[in-house]
C-alpha cells in the first residue's frame, strides 16, 4: 500500500530525496566522459562538485587530476599539456601525470607539498571511468562488465553517436527517471510508450550493487516509434528489462517478438538496449551519457542514425523532466513528503541503495 | 513630523518593507490570472511562492490546482487536461477537479492519500481570483466589488488590453509605488504628472480593508499626455481619488473638468480610471495586472489604443523603479531605516495592513 | 621554504584570499572612476558593497553622493541632476552636493534627517579619488603622489585609452594577480613574457603603504610584442619594477636598453608605463583601470595605439584568470590551504598589508 515517503523525503529540499545531509557516494565507479571527449588537450569536468582536468598522456593513455591547482585554484583543466604533465596555465607550475609536482621552465624549484590529487580512471568499450574517492579502495574489477551487458561481442551495434548532456538536475532525479518507467506512457507517450507498466507485474532484483526490474507484456501494439522501425505492425511481445549496475549505469533491454496469436507467432523481431550513465557534477547539476544500440538490421546506418535522431527527443524528455523538478526543489524552501505508488518499489529500493552506500562512507 | 521608520523597515532586507518574517497574508482573495490567460492548455503561475497550476473544463469552468504532482513534484501547470482532470506529465497521475486523485490510464490504483490542494477560485469581470489559503474561510463576498467601482455599467470603457507583467520586485514594492502618489511628477513627469502632490492636502480613508487617498487640484495646466487626449490646452481641475482594496487590487479615478476661471468653467472634460492588481509571485518577483479605461469617446476604440499605448511607458517606468529597489534590497546585507516623509502617511497605513494581517494569521 | 599558507586561507571561501570575515578597508583612497566617465549625468558605481552616485556640479567640479535615496531606496545614480543638486528620480527628493536636503518643486518640505552620506572626492591626473570610509579621516596627501610615477611631467604619454572593466573576480584575486608576476611567462607567455621570472632575485620594499618588488634580466631576447615594438631584435636587459600604492593602485615600469654585450650595449631603447587600478565593487566583483604609457616614439599616436591594443589581450587574459578563480572559489563550499612558493612573498606581503588594515578597522 501506498505510504508517505517519510524516511527518504525528509522536508529539506538540498539533496531531495537524499536524507539530509547526503551528496553522493565518492567510493565508486562514475562515467567521467566519453572515450571520444578527452584529448591531448586538457578540458575541465566537475564531478561530485570538484574540479577534475581529464587529458591524454602521448602514449594515448589518460589521466584524472584534480582540477584545480593547489597553488592559486586556477583551473588545470582550462591549462596546458606539456608532454605527460599538465602545466598550470596561471604560474606554470606542472604536474606529473602521478600528481607529484615537475620542475618547470617557469618554476624550477617546486616544493613536495606541491602536488594535486590524481583519480583512478579506466578506460573501457567508449567510457572513462573515475573513482573519486579513496584511490586505495579503487578496484577495477568492481567497473561494471562490459560483457555482462554484452558490449564487447558485437551482437548489438550502436545507434549514431553516444549521446552526452549535462543536466540542470541534481544526479538523484535522473536515477528516479529511470527507477520507474512508468514515465513511459505519459512523458514519452509518442515514441515509445506501450503496455500497461503500472498495472503489469515487475519482476524486481535486488543484489549488493545490481538492481533489475523486468516487465514482460503480450499482445501489445508496437510503440508509434518502433513499428516502422522494425517494419512490423501486428501485435507483439514486448520484454522490457533494466538493470541498475550502482551508483551510476542504467542498461536496458527492450526486446520485440510477434505475438503468439501473429503469423510467424514468438518470431524475434530485433531489440534495442541502452545505456544511461548518471555521474554527479555539482549539487544540482549532472552529466548525463546515453547510448542506443540494436541487434537488427546492423549494417544499416542510416537506420541506427534514423533511431538515434528520433529517440533524442525522448531523452530530451527526460531532461525536461528532471530539470522541472530541480527548480521546483530549488525554489521552496521546505518539499512535502511524496505520496508513494505501488510503482515505486523499485524507486524506494534504489534510493535506498545510495542512502545506504553514503551513510556507510558518512560513518567512517 | 517625519521620523525614522523603524517599527517597519527592521534592517533586514529579507522582506522590506515588512517586518522580518513576514511575506503575504494568505486568507485573501488575489487576482491570479486574466481570464483570457487562463484555456484548456494548463498554465503554470506561481503565487505566494507556490506552483499553481489553472486551466478550464470542458464547461469553460476554471480549476486553480496545486501546481507540483504530490508523486515527483513535476510541475501540473506543464502538464496536460485530460477531460475535466489534469493528468500529471511525469506519470499520469490524474486529478479531479476538486483535487481527489481518479484512476488513469497510465495509473489504475491511486491511492486515498493522493490529492492535491485546490484554490478557491472565483471568476468576475475579466479576471480570475484566487485565496490561496484556508478554503474553508473563502468567503466570495470579500472580493473587491466590481460595481463599487464601476466596471459593470458601462460608463468606462477599456483603452486596449490589459496590460500582464512579472514584475522582478516583491510585491510591497509595487504596493508602495500605488501609496504614494507623489512620484507621478517625478518619476511620470512626461507623461502624467500635474499638480503639487505632496503640497496638496489629502484625504484618507481607512476603514478595515479599504484604504483610500484623495486630491484636488484647481487650475492646472493638464498633464502633458492628457491635454491632447482630452482635446483641451486651458487650465483645469483635476481629481484624483485612488482606492486600495486589501490585499491586491488599487483603483483610481483620475477626473479632469474646466477650471472655474475658464469659459464653461465646471464643465467634465473626462476621465480615466484604473486598476492595478498585484499578486505575490515568489518572494522577489509579482504578477502585475493593469487597466486603463475612460468615460468619454467611448466609441473611438483608436483612442482608446492610443491612451493604452501612450500610457504603457508609465507602467514600465514603475516597473523599472520597483525592479532598482529590489536590486538594491536584495544586494545590500542591511538595508538602513528610511526617512519618513509627510507623504508617506498612506504608505505608512497600507504597510500597517499587510503586517496586521500577517501578524494574526502568524499568531494562529 | 614554502609553508601552508594557513594563516591567510582559512579554509572558508566567503572572502578568499582574506582572513573570514574581512572585506576592505574603508578608510582609504580608491578609484572611484575615470574623469571622463562622469558627468552632468549622473551614473552609478557600487564600491565596496554600497552604491554611489557621481555627477558633476555647474562648476566642472565631481561629486560622489550615498547612490541610495534615504526615502525609498530607489538609485540616485539613475536620477537626475537639476542645477547642482541630485534629485531622486522616484519622488524627487533633492539633496545638495553638501548631502542635505533641499526644497523642490515635488518636495517642498524636507526634514532636516533626510540626507544622504558624501564621499570625499579629488580629481587627479585623469582618475576620480573616493574615501568610501569616515570622512573626518580622508586627508588628499594619502592619494599615490602622481608626481612619484612620472604622471605629470611628460616624460611618458598615454598609449590609447585607459581601460575600464567590471571583472566578475572579488578584488584580491586581481591584486594577487599583480602581486605576483611569475605569472607573465605562462598567463601572458604569447605577448609580454621574457625572463625567468621565478628564478631572478626579486628585490621586495615593503614600507607602511609601499609594496615594491624589482627584478633585473640581462641578454634575454625581448618579449614576443616588444621587439617589433621597439624595432630591436638583439639581446637587452630588462628592468621590471612594480610599486604598489596601498590599497588600490599599481604602477610598474618595464624599461628595455641594448645588452652591455651588444652593439650600443647599455643604450636606453624604451620603457612602458603601467598602471592598474582595483577597486572593490561588489564582495564578487571588482573595478579594474588599467593604463598604458611609453616614454618612446611619444608623438607616433599610431604607435601608441597599436600598443595599447596589442596589449589589451594581455588584460583580458587577467580577467579572465580571475574569472576562473572567483568561480571555484564560490562553488565551492571549501577551499583547501594553498601551496606557497618562493615567489608567493611579495603575494604574502601584499595580503597582509589588507589583513592589518581591516583588522585596525574592525578592532575600532
Redesign the interface.
Known sequence: ??I?FDAIATGETSMYPLPDGMFAPQNQWYVAALSSEVTRQPMER?IL???VALYRKTDGSAVAMQG?C??????LG?SNVVGDNI???????QFRPDGSGDSS???????A??RVKVFPLVERWKWLWIWPGNPALADPSLIPDHDEFGLLNGSFVLCGDIAYNEVPARYMLIH?NLF?L??L???HRNSIGGG????TKEQRNLTENRLTSHRHFRDLAPPPFMGPVLGYNGLCDRDMKITFCFPGLHYFFDTYSKASGEPGGGEHLGAIMGFHCVTPA?HHTSHYFAALLRDFARDDAALGQHIASGLAPTLQEDIF?TG??EK??S??SR??A???????TTCGLGRRMFAQAIGKEMAV
Open positions: 500500500l501506498p508517505a566537475w562538485n570538484e574540479p584545480r593547489p597553488h592559486r585554484h586556477f583551473p582550462k602545466e598550470c596555465g596561471y604560474h606554470g607550475l621552465p617557469a618554476q624550477k624549484t617546486v616544493p607539498s606541491c528516479d520507474d512508468t514515465h506512457n505519459v512523458l500497461n507498466l503500472a498495472e555539482t523532466a522541472e523538478i521546483t526543489a525554489r521552496l518539499l512535502p511524496e505520496i508513494l505508488l505501488n510503482s515505486d
